[in-house]
């Protein structure tokens, strides 16, 4: 693989609120580089600001641009408050952002935005966190449909996008279930990008080249995209990537097993129009990475192999008629797959076995029709109705012990509807509401009691059937245009979370989690009420966005651990030992014994905070240089005072910036404080100080025609001073698995049209 180079943006952030009142419209703006350019959230609500109809005159033998997006006059630096107009918190990265930070994963490009931390299991698997949720609770989809994965099954299960595959990165900090379903209901991640073409490009084609080198793992990836046009309509797309990376290094050597070998690319093609498009794409990814921790120090060597394919469809068609402003669909079918392998006895020999195999055959839809704005005795009304269909079969298979999900269906069927009202020229409300039935079909244990004759021996009840829920949820929000280009959200929310499958019946080892999980069929729906107030600034010298929240659920669904340890397979008779404090064996590679878990229901409460903020504070060179600063923090309580486990510590951090046309750099500090406040069976984690720094250089120059090619070249320095960072999220913190150590990374790319 050539040693492509990825591109980025400008690293630019700003801080000090106090200058408020010296940065607003009665106070002289630093005269620096452009204006920074909105971005058009599309995750976060149905009802999509109007486009102007494009002429219909085209020059001859022109394709149709359909709304093709503005060219941006200014690279958006990373951790830039955006402009949005979102009622509720967003977090967006852009495509530059992503290229220039290492990893193979999404959330490494996020794990350091307020609000949102990273499971960080193993380089190859690593799941968001926000606001102190994930898995069944954080959805993550491509072109707003579901991943389709069984990565909220287990925390060493990856994510089957790869970060090349992003153009921007959309998340929605907060529930989001009203457009999205159950598993919205702590965020969603929205990975937007262009293998379904929406537009077609200027001048009939475009395409990119990127990829970087990283130091901390011997690291290289490179991508590419295409798409091309013709003057018919007709505009296809291509894209492919390939990463590799070694064992990286940490402050105490080498963490072993922590590889990554993946690779993929898509193909699309749509009809574009004037006044809309419709396409389809094939995309494909495979992995293989390795699993870090206890078992890969004593020679097991776990691996997991993956691989998806996934069948894409998408189209609008902007109406502006017969009440209609445009109907939007989208469609996904996928068949995901993947193999847990490792050597079974190192002392023995070095062959590979498969312990486990995943597997996940996944259809989703959604269609939404957004009504032409009416105008009302209150104000313009704008809204938009739609309907959400899905069915999934999964399984979780094991060759050495009991299985931990047999196959299980799941289908739901949903209905949502979404209103805003301008009330006046500086306040908009928003209304939603949604009803869905989901029905959950499997086979699992309604009872895993002691034996009368051996405490020490449990015994399993079987339970076989459907389980049917009706979760609805309704949203309030305002927005309230205030002095000062600044504007504040409010919002209420009352949502409803389905129980997933493997909640309802898992029945088996975890490897991943060293547990023998016991899944509960008469699990309840999850009900949480939210409120959260923002403010937020975007234009101007002085940029920000906070927000404040608090969350009660009742019946939150989690795992219990007790006092039991219990082997993986069943004995002769179908019980299973389990003793306390440990002493069954033989249950897998590593763990000698599995943690006995249950899943059950307790009331819980979620608040926290979250803060980023920019300021320009004075022209130099070229451009201007300013400071940025940031701070989060998440509490998570059961109704009786204790702690929630697995919950982020506070974090502050800031730097110091510059950035003009062509130039950028930033060097900047994170500081994550001890975490002490523990659930059961935890145990503390020290903090930790992240500095980081980064120069960039981009180039724009017309060599005439259509193709104007930018090209971009950085590095990026991270954990600069090789601090030992360990994750309390990760369910690796016990085997002190450490994060990478001190890494640079050279990026860049080359950019067309």
Request: aromatic share 8%.
């Amino acid at each position: 693989m050539g040693r492509l180079i990825g591109r980025t943006y400008l690293a630019v952030g700003p801080a000090a609120m106090a200058l408020l009142t010296a940065t607003g419209s009665g106070a002289q703006e630093t005269p620096a580089v452009q204006e920074l350019p909105p971005v058009e959230v599309t995750t976060s609500s149905p009802v999509v600001k109007s486009k102007p109809h494009p002429k219909k005159a085209q020059p001859a033998g022109a394709a149709p641009q359909s709304a093709a997006p503005a060219a941006e006059q200014v690279a958006v630096p990373p951790g830039t408050v955006l402009d949005d107009h979102a009622f509720v918190a967003v977090t967006t990265v852009t495509e530059g952002e992503i290229a220039a930070t290492n990893g193979p994963t999404l959330t490494d490009s996020l794990d350091n935005k307020p609000g949102i931390t990273s499971t960080s299991f193993a380089p190859g698997a690593n799941r968001p966190i926000i606001r102190g949720l994930d898995s069944y609770r954080v959805r993550t989809q491509e072109n707003g449909i579901g991943t389709h994965d069984v990565a909220a099954i287990s925390e060493d299960h990856a994510v089957p996008i790869d970060p090349n595959a992003a153009d921007r990165v959309e998340v929605v900090r907060g529930p989001a279930t009203l457009r999205y379903g159950s598993q919205a209901i702590g965020g969603v991640v929205a990975v937007e990008n262009e293998r379904i073409p929406t537009f077609a490009p200027k001048g009939g084609v475009s395409g990119a080249v990127r990829g970087g080198l990283t130091s901390v793992d011997e690291g290289e990836d490179g991508a590419f995209n295409v798409t091309a046009g013709t003057p018919n309509g007709i505009v296809v797309h291509a894209d492919g990537f390939a990463r590799t990376a070694e064992d990286y290094e940490t402050p105490r050597g080498t963490e072993l097993n922590s590889f990554v070998d993946s690779k993929g690319g898509a193909l699309g093609v749509s009809r574009v129009w004037n006044d809309g498009f419709i396409g389809i794409a094939f995309a494909h990814i495979e992995s293989l990475y390795g699993i870090p921790g206890d078992e890969a120090r004593e020679g097991h060597a776990p691996r997991i192999d993956m691989e998806q394919q996934k069948v894409l469809a998408r189209g609008e068609w902007r109406v502006r008629d017969f009440g209609l402003e445009a109907v939007r669909f989208w469609f996904g079918a996928s068949d995901y797959a993947h193999d847990e392998l490792a050597i079974h006895d190192p002392t023995v020999d070095t062959d590979f076995e498969v312990g486990s195999r995943f597997t996940n055959k996944e259809q989703e839809a959604r269609v939404e029709l957004q009504h032409l704005p009416v105008g009302t005795a209150l104000g313009e009304l704008s809204g938009a109705i739609g309907a959400q269909w899905g069915s999934r079969d999964t399984r979780g298979q094991s060759f050495e012990g009991e299985s931990l999900l047999e196959p299980v269906s799941t289908d739901s069927i949903a209905a949502f509807w979404f209103e805003e009202l301008g009330l006046t020229q500086s306040i908009k409300l928003q209304a939603a509401a949604r009803i869905e039935h989901t029905s959950v079909d499997g086979r699992g244990w309604d009872a895993f009691t002691e034996d009368p004759g051996d405490p020490d021996h449990f015994l399993p009840s079987t339970f076989a059937g459907e389980r049917s829920f009706t979760p609805t949820s309704a949203s309030l929000g305002l927005l309230h245009a205030l002095p000062f280009q600044t504007v504040a959200r409010l919002t209420g929310q009352y949502v409803e979370r389905a129980p997933d499958a493997a909640e309802l019946f898992s029945k088996g080892m975890h490897e991943a989690t060293g547990t023998f999980e016991v899944g509960n069929p008469f699990l309840d729906v999850e009900r949480a009420s939210t409120i959260e107030a923002g403010l937020k600034r975007s234009t101007g010298a002085l940029r920000f966005d906070a927000s404040a929240y608090y969350t009660r659920y009742d019946g939150f669904i989690y795992r219990q651990l007790t006092d039991r340890e219990c082997d993986g397979a069943a004995e002769a008779g179908g019980e299973f030992h389990c003793e306390v404090g440990g002493g069954a064996g033989g249950g897998g590679h590593a763990h000698e014994a599995f943690d006995l878990v249950f899943f059950q229901q307790r009331d819980a409460r979620f608040y926290g905070a979250e803060v980023a903020a920019q300021y320009d504070v004075a022209p130099i060179w070229n451009g201007v240089w300013g400071i940025d600063g940031q701070y989060d923090f998440v509490n998570a309580e059961f109704e009786n005072g204790e702690n929630v486990p697995r919950i982020p510590p506070h974090r502050l951090g800031g730097g110091l910036y510059y950035r003009d046309a062509n130039w950028s750099a930033r060097v900047g500090v994170l500081h994550a404080f001890d975490q002490d406040r523990i659930g059961l069976e935890e145990i503390p984690t020290p903090g930790y100080t992240l500095v980081s720094a980064e120069i960039a250089y981009t180039s724009a120059r017309n060599v005439g025609g259509t193709l104007v090619p930018v090209y971009t070249i950085g590095l990026k320095g991270e954990n600069l001073a090789d601090d030992e960072v360990l994750n309390h999220a990760s369910f690796k913190r016990r085997e002190d698995v450490l994060a990478p150590g001190a890494s640079v990374r050279l990026f860049g790319s080359v950019k067309l049209n």
